[in-house]
């Protein structure tokens, strides 16, 4: 096991389901909390957005991390990225944040990237989503040539030794690989499939373990998917696991359970936390 090991990090990333601020949307207390408890050492929030609640919110977290988050723009949603205040092998002080990707298309998924020194080198951690629309053919288009971007500005950090890239990509492992995850040393993994070769294979034929659940719930996999990936450079991965427990009454999900349909519920996460964690090959 990978913690087992001195030089190794604890890592999760949530898509919250911030929904670009609609309605009358504010973060639920219980997802500070849940945070708090996962105790990880760099944490990726995706629809991420500051509205009411911000102030517990920040107050519970800014107890344990420093907070980075993409600006905030009205009607958008946003990242934030955490890191452990008591990892002492952080060097939160090295930190460079940017909130441009390095790519030429006009279409851009939400994306925040921190890097910061742990253990005397740089380490460049990165939250992004992929947005989406009506899922007509220009939509998944559109979502296709987001992910493009995100592989291009990959691709462009090549010459960075240590690469952590986290998020909810809208799109199975088998698009990922079908598209052109061809950058370098960077590596895919997601508790569902692992990967051999430059090829992809699935682990969970049932889908015994997914990310999302779409509304239709149809096909053998009930609308079950796995969309919320990592990427890495110079890192090992372990323990990759989709966690749901959050889901339950005392959280306000009602009779709802994990392989329901969430997202009508504004405001709570719809997709499970992306938990993991890696170990340093250098």
Sequence with gaps: MLNEFYNSLKIMEWNINGRAGYGNYSIPEFVADEIVSQDADIVILTEFVIKCNWDY????????????????????????IALKNDNEDFDINSAIISSELNAIQTEKPNFLQVTVKYNKKPLTIIGTRICVGDRSDEDLAGRKKQRQVIYDHLESLNNECRVICMGDFNATPRFIWEEKLNCGDFKLDCPSYNTDNDTYKRINKEYCSWSYVHEDGKGADKGKASIDHIIVKGLTVADSKYIWDF????????????????????????????????????
Excluded at 70 to 80: C, D, H, M, R, T
């Design 247 to 282: 889901v339950n009454e005392n959280n306000g999900y009602g009779s709802l359970r994990e392989g329901d349909y969430k997202s009508h519920l504004v405001g709570y996460p719809d997709h499970a936390i992306l938990s993991a964690t890696i170990a340093f090959n250098d």
């Design 57 to 80: 919110f920040r107050g519970v977290l800014e107890k344990k991390y420093k907070l980075f988050s993409s600006p905030y723009i009205s009607e958008q949603n946003g990242v934030l």
